[in-house]
């Protein structure tokens, strides 16, 4: 009875993976929340060196399409000069044969605090640290000189820890620390939440040159797109009929013990394979002056 639920699964995952997004837009400061009137760039030009793709956005708010409204030209590069909190939302770059790649949600806020969280996934078993950071130690970063808060730190709206600096590290990053994150100061308030999203280590040269860069994103061509999604297919016609026989082989010897007045059943495990995790180890950073 579980047959139907493992092949829609399975189908869904081999269609997902003909039709995986690659690649992330460039934006700088390369964080994911602002100030409001920061200068925000998000840029398509260094995907490939290729020309065509155009940075395209989403607003969180319901808004009507404007001149006046950033990207809505569809350029290879938009600026928020200055950003404000309604432009906030998803951006992401396309291309004129419709190919996409994996969007960023850009967070810009009127208050006081945001929680710098990378841009791209972050790669299993690596060191990660957030920072909370107040308006004023940004303004004061201009004049090199570091003001501390006491932080607290959320995911998923619980609540993590509370460092006296504007730190906290994740050691030994893994998939369970994936989530929405946010921080918060004491008399400044709480800063957007933004997801930390996290990807198998990189093992060879060619990942490390480009899986997740944005300068190495690999432009598919037409030609391309339908041998993967033919040899796709096959496969997953090849892999329904060697399980479906397996599964009648697996019936008729059933069968056959239920009919064996002494024979014994099979064993069945059963229960939900989980995925135990311990706790990865998170620390608050000290100020080093």
Not at 77 to 100: H, I, Q, R
Not at 175 to 182: H, L, T
Request: glycine share 6%; net charge negative.
């Amino acid at each position: 009875m579980e047959a139907p639920s493992f092949w829609i699964n399975l189908f869904l995952l081999l269609i997902s993976q003909t039709e995986q997004k690659t690649g992330f837009p460039y934006i700088f400061p390369e964080r994911l929340q602002f100030f409001e009137y920061e200068n925000v760039t998000v840029q398509c030009e260094r995907l490939d060196g290729v020309s065509g793709w155009r940075v395209m956005r989403k607003f969180n708010q319901n808004r009507g399409t404007n001149s006046l409204d950033p990207c809505s030209s569809a350029e290879p590069s938009c600026t928020l000069d200055p950003a404000f909190e309604v432009y906030s939302g998803e951006y992401w770059c396309e291309n004129k044969e419709g190919e996409m790649t994996n969007s960023i949600n850009i967070s810009i806020t009127a208050g006081l605090v945001i929680l710098e969280v990378p841009v791209q996934p972050v790669a299993e078993g690596s060191d990660l640290t957030l920072r909370c950071i107040h308006h004023k130690t940004e303004l004061k970063a201009k004049e090199k000189t570091e003001l501390h808060h006491i932080s607290d730190f959320y995911k998923d709206g619980l609540h993590l820890m509370t460092c006296y600096s504007s730190n906290m590290t994740i050691r030994n990053v893994s998939k369970a620390d994936e989530g929405n994150y946010s921080c918060s100061i004491s008399g400044a308030g709480e800063s957007p939440d933004s997801r930390l999203a996290v990807h198998r280590a990189l093992t060879g040269p060619s990942e490390r040159n480009g899986s997740f860069g944005p300068s190495h994103l690999v432009r598919s061509k037409r030609c391309e797109t339908f041998i993967l999604q033919t040899a796709a297919k096959f496969l997953l016609v090849a892999l329904l009929s060697a399980v479906i026989a397996l599964i009648h082989y697996k019936r008729k010897q059933r069968t056959k013990a239920e009919r064996t007045a002494d024979s014994s059943s099979p064993s069945v495990r059963g229960g939900n394979d989980e995925l135990i995790h311990e706790d990865t180890s998170r620390f608050c950073e000290t100020n080093i002056n």
